[in-house]
């Protein structure tokens, strides 16, 4: 037993689990929530115009999770040593107790969806409020996040060009710099999925092709539809939006967690889809013949919302 607790001890902390934030502070209280969000500072002075800022959102199926995840704290250190201020937060989760979860459903979960993003909204406008505090560019603020996390950040930047009530929440005339999803959706009411006023923020996709979890393609009935990154991909290409999606064959709904594993990826869109605001379209399958699928990487939702989610 004492052997197993030092090698446990010693991943927990090459992942970093007892790094920790330069700044923790509440950014709003909603519901008797008190939410938080963790500030990660690059080492560096500041450029004249401000660190950019990448905020991530973490997953849990909107009933569970943490903003500091052991395995994530690594990846935001690496990321503020790349010069990124990096912004972990808080969300309420809206599943939280539900037992089911399909088609059926779709108002609980857009409920959960509209909690999620209404509180990104907010940390979104409490950073834009203290960007000469944190040494933040408010034009060139990134939103991430996995499973449920990319799901609130792909509806974030849908709902603000489709004029979403909201929307609000945000200072006005604000866009966000770039998207970057890991395994995630967009719930419509309006079939496929269309940007009112033509102009998503470049979006980087991560999809599993597997995922049973948040779907690749699509769960839709009638105008009601829940549409995974492959689905989404097309509206970008046939109208000229930029993105990159690297399609992930065989994999399932593990991609959730593949932020410290794309940094240089993130670098490199960071570096020419935001900064130099290329009108780059790239399409990608990534493949691995010894790739052997992880079990709960192939989990369903009736696995996930069960008697067992409190």
């Not at 980087?204 to 995974?228: C, K, M, P, S, W």
């Amino acid at each position: 037993m004492k052997k197993l607790f030092f090698i446990v001890f010693a991943v927990l902390l090459s992942m970093g689990l007892w790094a920790q934030a330069d700044y923790t502070e509440e950014f709003a209280v909603k519901d008797t929530n008190h939410l938080l969000l963790d500030v990660y500072m690059p080492s560096v002075a500041p450029p004249d115009t401000g660190f950019p800022c990448f905020m991530y959102v973490f997953g849990g199926g909107f009933i569970g999770g943490r903003r500091d995840e052991p395995m994530m704290v690594k990846a935001f250190d690496q990321l503020a040593e790349r010069g990124y201020v990096v912004v972990a937060i808080d969300y309420r989760l809206g599943l939280k107790g539900v037992k089911n979860m399909g088609i059926s459903m779709v108002n609980t979960l857009e409920y959960a969806i509209c909690l999620a993003v209404e509180d990104l909204y907010s940390a979104t406008s409490y950073l834009c409020k203290h960007a000469n505090r944190f040494h933040i560019n408010p034009n060139e603020i990134i939103i991430s996040g996995g499973s449920a996390g990319a799901i609130t950040v792909l509806q974030a930047d849908y709902w603000l060009h489709n004029q979403h009530e909201t929307t609000k929440l945000l200072p006005a005339n604000f866009r966000y710099a770039a998207v970057i999803s890991y395994a995630g959706a967009i719930l419509s009411r309006h079939g496929k999925v269309k940007y009112a006023d033509g102009n998503p923020a470049p979006t980087l996709f991560y999809h599993g092709t597997e995922d049973r979890l948040v779907n690749y393609n699509q769960i839709a009935f009638a105008n009601i539809g829940f549409f995974g990154s492959n689905k989404i991909v097309p509206q970008f290409e046939k109208f000229g939006y930029p993105y990159r999606i690297k399609r992930m064959k065989n994999y399932g709904h593990e991609v959730a967690v593949g932020l410290p594993f794309t940094l240089d990826e993130i670098d490199e869109f960071y570096r020419d889809w935001v900064k130099a605001k290329h009108k780059y379209q790239v399409d990608e399958t990534w493949y691995d013949p010894d790739y052997k699928p992880i079990e709960w990487g192939r989990t369903k939702p009736s696995g996930l919302y069960n008697k067992d989610n409190k």
